[in-house]
């Protein structure tokens, strides 16, 4: 196989955890579960490169049966705040 084009998206899901407290035998065990649960919370947001090509953008959009108006373009690199830890590493000599 020859790649032929790659970018960058971010997919953001909604992270909403209820726990009735009263209801929970075992608090740490439900608050465990509801962290789990988190991986399949619905879609809330797509970003993408704002130079990904249609047909590869409609690809994530139709797979995670999302609409235009939960995708957001993005101009310039994607997540720049994880890039501190980068920055935050010893190595201030390079």
């Known amino acids: 196989m020859e790649i032929i084009e790659s970018y960058l998206f971010r997919v953001t899901r909604d992270t909403d955890v209820?726990?009735?407290e009263d209801e929970a035998s075992d608090l740490l065990q439900t608050i465990e579960e509801g962290l789990r649960q988190l991986r399949?919370?619905?879609i809330?947001?797509?970003e993408v490169e704002?130079?990904?090509s249609k047909k590869v953008?409609?690809?994530p959009l139709e797979n995670m049966e999302l609409s235009e108006d939960e995708v957001y373009e993005i101009n310039?690199?994607?997540g720049l705040q994880d890039l501190m830890i980068i920055y935050n590493l010893p190595f201030h000599h390079l």
Do not use: A, H, V
């Open 57 to 59: 953008k409609d690809t």
């Open 76 to 78: 310039g690199p994607l």
């Open 18 to 20: 209820e726990i009735q």
């Open 44 to 46: 809330i947001r797509l």
């Open 40 to 42: 399949f919370g619905s």
């Open 50 to 52: 704002s130079r990904m």
